[in-house]
Structures are given as C-alpha cells and as structure tokens.
C-alpha cells in the first residue's frame, strides 16, 4: 500500500510539473487545471491561518496569481509544484494576518495584499506538501497534546522557535525538542503511508 501511495505521489508531482512548464508557455488552460487541483486545499489552509472567508479567497486568488507569473522560475529539484504552492499560500496568509494585527483599525478584507518575494522562503519549521494533508492530519491525532499544540503554533500562526516559547512560557530547549518530535512523527506519516488509531485534536 505504502509503494502504492509513493507511486500516485509522483505520478501527481510529475503532472503538475508539466502543468507548470505549460503554464510558463503561456497555458492558461494549464493553470485552470492546477488550480482545480489544488485550489480547495489552499483555501482550507489560509482559511484556518486568516480566519475570514473574504480573505481566504482573495488570497486563493493571489497565490494562482503569482505562480502564472512565477512559473519561468519553477526549479523541480527545489520542491515539487505543491510544496510551492504550499509554501507561497502560507507565507501569504501570514502576511495577511500580521497586517491585520498591526492595523487593527483595518476590518477584515480591507487591507491591502501585501507584498512577498516570488520565491517564498521555507517557513519555519514545517512544511506540508499539498498531496500529504491527509495524512498528516490523521497523524496530527497520534501526537501528545503538548506536541500537537506546539506545531499548530508554529504551522498555523507562523511563529518562530522564540514566539512559541515567550507565547505558551515553555523553555525554548523544550520546545524545539517537542517539535522535533512532532515533525519526526508527521514525515514518518508521509513517507510510510496512512497511520492507524487517535483522533485529530481542534
């Protein structure tokens, strides 16, 4: 089963890299295909990071936006295609998150898209491929509550090592410990196929 889930894993890498190399031709076919493939996880992200719907949405939009105009760029030994929409999605809904905290005279949805680099910068500490959500999520439930807690701090509000430990008064050694943990759990979720048992913690 696990070589199985390995095999639909590139097979699905493999076309959105060709989706991609369309797309830098020009395709805007292609690009309607990757965002059909890809457009409801993304709005499942940013909306669990942003909160509004409004937003969500409109950052939906931001993300195709910038892969049209990035796609000459793409690089297929940097990540694949999801990893980087993955990663831009993120690294926007965040922006768009601390925007609003530090203009909280701006209603949801008001404030301008901020601006981020093209190539989005690996978050920290954690990543999620697109095609793994599934099964991270149910691995999510196999963690210790302390774990799980720690990695929704720093996947879901984007904070650092240092803003997990000054926001939850865990000493930073310990969390970089739990959270080590925690990402060694979730790639064993990737890479070995679907884990057994737990419920996932809201």
């Known amino acids: 089963m696990a070589g199985t889930d390995r ?9 959105d890299r060709l989706l991609v190399r369309d797309v830098a031709s020009g395709s805007t076919e292609s690009l309607a295909r990757l965002y059909d493939r890809h457009a409801a996880t993304v709005y499942g992200l940013v909306r669990r990071i942003v909160q509004v719907s409004e937003d969500a949405e409109e950052l939906v939009q931001d ?10 760029r ?8 999801a990893a980087l929409i993955v990663m831009l999605a993120r690294a926007r809904a965040i922006e768009r998150l601390r925007a609003r905290r530090a203009r909280p005279d701006l209603g949801p949805g008001s404030e301008t898209t901020p601006v981020v680099p093209s190539t989005p910068p690996e978050p920290e500490p954690v990543t999620i491929a ?9 691995a999510l439930g196999t963690l210790p509550d302390a774990e799980h807690e720690l990695l929704q701090l720093a ?21 970089k410990t739990r959270l080590r943990s925690a990402l060694a759990t979730l790639r064993e979720a990737v890479t070995s196929g679907p884990t057994t048992g737990g419920t996932i913690h809201r």
């Open 63 to 72: 993300v195709f936006a910038q892969v049209w105009l990035d796609a000459r």
């Open 130 to 138: 697109l095609g793994e959500v599934d099964r991270v999520r149910e």
């Open 7 to 15: 095999t639909l894993r590139d097979f699905d890498a493999e076309a």
């Open 155 to 175: 996947y879901f509000e984007g904070l650092t090592y240092t803003g997990i430990a000054d926001r939850t008064g865990v000493p930073l050694g310990t969390v």
């Open 74 to 81: 793409y690089e297929a030994s940097r990540a694949t295609v």
